[in-house]
């Protein structure tokens, strides 16, 4: 999958690995990103981004297998339609800064 990120082409295996690059980068310059982030996302029955790993789908541990560490101490579900990465990345360009669509180019199959 390809997206450009601020003027830059890049390539990932599939959408979460993508979805998972771009937080990684946009956290790059702010300790705090991934904090402030956890909260605008937050799922009605989920947590999109936690602390720990059974956070993230706190009622239902078998789901525990779908959580990929971001960073040390943060986790993200990826048991979510591309609609919802998309969601997340266009909160997360704007808590960045950055223009989802302007400074964030991606295109989602079924999104």
Same mark, same amino acid.
């Given at each position: 999958?390809?997206?450009?990120? *601020?003027?830059?082409?890049?390539?990932?295996?599939?959408?979460? *690995?993508?979805?998972?690059?771009? @937080?990684?980068?946009?956290? *790059?310059?702010?300790?705090?990103?991934? *904090?402030?982030?956890?909260?605008?996302?937050?799922?009605?029955?989920?947590?999109?981004?936690?602390?720990? /790993?059974?956070?993230?789908?706190?009622?239902?541990?078998?789901?525990?297998?779908?959580?990929?560490?971001?960073?040390?101490?943060?986790?993200?579900?990826?048991?979510?339609?591309?609609?919802?990465?998309?969601?997340?990345?266009?909160?997360?360009?704007?808590?960045?800064?950055?223009?989802?669509? /302007?400074? @964030?180019?991606?295109?989602?199959?079924?999104?």
């Amino acid at each position: 999958m390809q997206y450009i990120l *601020e003027g830059e082409d890049c390539v990932a295996s599939d959408a979460t *690995e993508a979805m998972i690059a771009i @937080l990684c980068r946009l956290a *790059e310059n702010d300790p705090a990103f991934f *904090e402030s982030l956890a909260t605008r996302v937050r799922g009605r029955t989920r947590n999109h981004l936690a602390r720990s /790993r059974v956070d993230v789908y706190p009622d239902r541990p078998d789901l525990a297998r779908y959580v990929k560490q971001l960073a040390p101490g943060w986790f993200i579900g990826c048991n979510i339609a591309n609609r919802e990465k998309k969601k997340i990345l266009r909160t997360a360009c704007t808590l960045a800064g950055l223009t989802f669509g /302007r400074d @964030l180019r991606i295109k989602f199959a079924n999104a």
